[in-house]
């Protein structure tokens, strides 16, 4: 009979180590996902960051173009008109 409640108070024994290695497990595996999800929000972030970085930088770059293209624009105009003028003393 004692050796009856031995076994079973062993088998109750290694169920309750299972059991909070069971816990333990789960636990770890919850903590995994949220340092996942954590470092998913931060790269998303700095995705966003990047992006908003990047077209912050294309719209500098287009209007630098731009204002490129005018001051060209105006030079060339200026030579056109010097040519013109020169043309006609000529």
Same mark, same amino acid.
């Given at each position: 009979?004692? +050796?009856? #409640?031995?076994?079973?108070?062993? /088998? @109750?024994? *290694?169920?309750?180590?299972?059991?909070?290695? $069971?816990? !333990? =497990?789960?636990?770890?595996?919850?903590? +995994?996902? #949220?340092?996942?999800?954590?470092? /998913? @929000?931060? *790269?998303?972030?700095?995705?966003?960051?990047? $992006?908003? !970085? =990047?077209?912050?930088?294309?719209?500098?770059?287009?209007?630098?173009?731009?204002?490129?293209?005018?001051?060209?624009?105006?030079?060339?105009?200026?030579?056109?008109?010097?040519?013109?003028?020169?043309?006609?003393?000529?």
């Amino acid at each position: 009979m004692q +050796e009856r #409640e031995t076994v079973i108070s062993n /088998l @109750t024994e *290694s169920l309750s180590k299972a059991e909070l290695q $069971l816990t !333990l =497990s789960v636990e770890d595996f919850k903590k +995994e996902v #949220e340092n996942l999800r954590e470092s /998913l @929000t931060q *790269s998303e972030e700095e995705r966003d960051k990047y $992006l908003a !970085l =990047s077209e912050k930088q294309h719209t500098q770059h287009e209007r630098a173009i731009e204002s490129t293209q005018v001051r060209l624009q105006e030079r060339i105009d200026e030579l056109e008109e010097q040519m013109e003028e020169k043309e006609q003393q000529l």
